[in-house]
């Protein structure tokens, strides 16, 4: 099942803000990102909050979903035109899940419609849809184009069958492939592949497979993550009973180095831990919002909302997201308000995970000696930092984690 909310205090019913999150608001990245908590099926890693016909019942269908989801939007609108000012133009939209593919092209269409009426898109806004391949074709993507997307993100995982078994993906090796080439006929330039690695059972050859199919589609962004057991998961319970080994953190690591030097030896570059792409253009620039301290609006069933320095999070039930927007109520769960010390932590641990990393500034002074040591410790680039930047270097990013904590 999906994860539980985290705790905080309670969010106001209708959805106001402080005067000081609006502070500011368009001078930092503005996005938009819609959750989207239908599956066709559950994947056995998965924790999202996402949802089957089966689970959901009568009740929370698309028709329901897109209806709410309007509301929000322009709640949304109400509640950032509040601080007196313009109410800022999403740069980015990205609808995720969940699988988004299941809606169809004609309602994600009207996804974007709405984020248009509520909010406004930028002349150059970019638009995202994740899909699952085994929910969509040529037809599909040619809709989507035509709908206003210009980025499709599709979950490959592996091109390995007997890893995809154990994923519990429902797609056949080869159809994220295909489908990121028809997404590229149909007039998309930004296609990403998603892998993990990691998933019990693969080998160093069955990752090295999956690299040559994402290069052979010729896509110009790939993301790859490393596989987490969550607690709650089919798979966690799977581990649990022996069933499945856990994910060994020194195989991880060499998967890690094959990815990247794969990718970079076929002009895909790191520009963020986890994603590569073949050129600025093609990074993901609502995902670069939220790691270089941008404010999103999150709409949908348990979406996750950032505006300056306010944090909340909406009820996860599609039902009871619908029911509340109904009775023209927020439907924020809770949220947490970040203090000063608060965001300069988030900063150095999102922007560290960049390319071009965190300024100095953002250290205290026993923060700079530590990341003197972390050159030393061959973990961050000396000419970075003498330029008062803290860069990881290859080897520190597979201990970003470390680094975090050192520079903390």
């Given at each position: 099942m999906p994860s539980q909310l985290p705790p905080g205090e309670p969010a106001p019913s209708d959805?106001?803000?402080?005067?000081?999150?609006?502070?500011?608001?368009?001078?930092?990245?503005?996005?938009?990102?819609?959750?989207?908590?239908?599956?066709?099926?559950?994947?056995g890693y998965c924790d999202f909050n996402t949802y089957t016909a089966d689970e959901l019942g009568p009740a929370g269908g698309f028709a329901d979903w897109l209806e709410a989801l309007r509301a929000e939007l322009?709640?949304?609108?109400?509640?950032?035109?509040?601080?007196?000012?313009?109410?800022?133009?999403?740069?980015?939209?990205?609808?995720?899940?969940?699988?988004?593919?299941?809606?169809?092209?004609?309602?994600?269409?009207?996804?974007?419609?709405?984020?248009?009426?509520?909010?406004?898109?930028?002349?150059?806004a970019e638009v995202t849809t994740e899909s699952n391949p085994e929910s969509t074709s040529p037809e599909f993507f040619a809709a989507l184009r035509d709908g206003g997307y210009d980025r499709v993100s599709l979950g490959m995982q592996s091109a390995a069958a007997h890893v995809l078994r154990v994923l519990e993906r429902n797609h056949t090796p080869g159809?994220?492939?295909?489908?990121?080439?028809?997404?590229?006929?149909?007039?998309?330039?930004?296609?990403?592949?998603?892998?993990?690695?990691?998933?019990?059972?693969?080998?160093?050859?069955?990752l090295r497979a999956s690299l040559a199919a994402v290069l052979d589609a010729g896509v110009d962004h790939v993301s790859a993550y490393s596989l987490i057991v969550e607690d709650g998961t089919a798979m966690a319970r799977k581990v649990r009973r022996g069933e499945l080994p856990m994910p060994d953190e020194d195989v991880l690591a060499d998967r890690y180095e094959i990815i990247d030097s794969t990718l970079s030896g076929?002009?895909?570059?790191?520009?963020?831990?986890?994603?590569?792409?073949?050129?600025?253009?093609?990074?993901?620039?609502?995902?670069?919002?939220?790691?270089?301290?941008?404010?999103?609006?999150?709409?949908?069933?348990?979406?996750?909302?950032?505006?300056?320095?306010?944090?909340?999070?909406?009820?996860?039930?599609?039902?009871?997201?619908?029911?509340?927007?109904?009775?023209?109520?927020?439907?924020?769960?809770?949220?947490?308000?970040?203090?000063?010390?608060?965001r300069r932590i988030e900063r150095i641990m999102l922007e560290l995970r960049v390319a071009e990393g965190v300024p100095t500034s953002a250290l205290t002074s026993d923060g700079v000696l530590a990341a003197k040591e972390a050159v030393a410790d061959g973990l961050l680039r000396a000419d970075a930092l003498d330029a008062g930047r803290c860069a990881l270097t290859d080897r520190g990013r597979l201990l970003a984690d470390a680094v975090v904590q050192r520079l903390l």
């Open positions: 959805g106001s803000l402080p005067a000081s999150a609006l502070n500011g608001l368009g001078e930092r990245p503005f996005g938009v990102y819609v959750h989207v908590p239908f599956c066709a099926t559950r994947c322009d709640l949304g609108a109400r509640v950032l035109a509040a601080g007196g000012g313009t109410v800022p133009a999403a740069q980015t939209v990205f609808v995720g899940g969940g699988t988004p593919s299941l809606l169809g092209a004609d309602r994600l269409a009207a996804v974007v419609t709405a984020v248009r009426n509520s909010f406004g898109l930028t002349a150059d159809r994220a492939a295909e489908a990121a080439e028809e997404a590229r006929a149909a007039g998309f330039e930004h296609v990403n592949l998603d892998l993990i690695y990691g998933t019990p059972g693969e080998s160093d050859d069955d076929a002009g895909l570059g790191w520009y963020e831990v986890s994603n590569w792409a073949t050129g600025e253009s093609a990074r993901c620039a609502h995902n670069l919002g939220y790691w270089q301290g941008g404010d999103w609006w999150g709409a949908g069933p348990g979406a996750h909302s950032h505006v300056g320095g306010v944090r909340w999070w909406n009820v996860k039930h599609p039902a009871r997201y619908s029911a509340l927007l109904a009775d023209g109520r927020s439907p924020a769960h809770a949220r947490e308000l970040l203090d000063d010390e608060d």
